[in-house]
């Protein structure tokens, strides 16, 4: 849940400052964009540090080769594209990369899940509510690509 706040709650904490001033982020676009950025940086940060990136290492699916090295990848992809939100002639090609990249690593969230594992030592999201976090987490990524 911890992706899920992060990109509520950074969100709401941007639009209001938007709506009490900061011209910067005066517009539901521009901190949907922060959210998204606050919510990669989080996401990103188990792909580094124990003991979260031992299970991120376990959720790669069996059949794919290196799942170290793949979850270091994603992790950087997930950093780089996070800042990449926050430079304005870069957001809205950074949110559709990000968008495909949830999507290709979905599958890793239903290996888990079917496969029964934890993630930080508590089973990892059931796959209903884990589909209905990745729907809404794409759609965020879409709606802060389109153009305004």
């Known amino acids: 849940m911890a992706p899920l706040i992060a990109l509520v709650g950074g969100f709401v904490v941007l639009r209001l400052l938007g709506l009490a001033g900061v011209d910067a982020?005066?517009?539901?676009?521009?901190?949907?964009?922060g959210g998204l950025?606050?919510?990669?940086?989080?996401?990103?940060?188990?792909?580094f540090v124990q003991p979260?990136?031992?299970?991120?290492?376990?959720?790669?699916?069996?059949?794919?080769?290196?799942p170290a090295l793949l979850v270091t990848v994603t992790g950087v992809l997930e950093l780089v594209g996070a800042a990449a939100l926050l430079l304005p002639p870069l957001a809205p090609?950074?949110?559709?990369?990000?968008?495909?990249?949830?999507l290709a690593m979905f599958p890793a969230n239903v290996s888990a899940?079917?496969?029964g594992?934890?993630?930080?030592?508590?089973?990892v999201t059931p796959l209903p509510l884990r589909t209905v976090l990745q729907v809404v987490f794409v759609a965020a990524a879409v709606a802060a690509a389109v153009p305004v």
């Open 25 to 33: 982020l005066d517009h539901w676009q521009t901190a949907l964009r």
């Open 37 to 47: 950025a606050l919510m990669f940086v989080v996401t990103a940060t188990a792909h």
């Open 52 to 66: 979260r990136r031992g299970d991120l290492v376990a959720m790669v699916p069996p059949r794919l080769p290196r």
């Open 93 to 102: 090609h950074a949110a559709l990369c990000l968008a495909l990249l949830m």
């Open 113 to 115: 899940a079917r496969r």
């Open 117 to 123: 594992l934890t993630l930080a030592g508590r089973p």
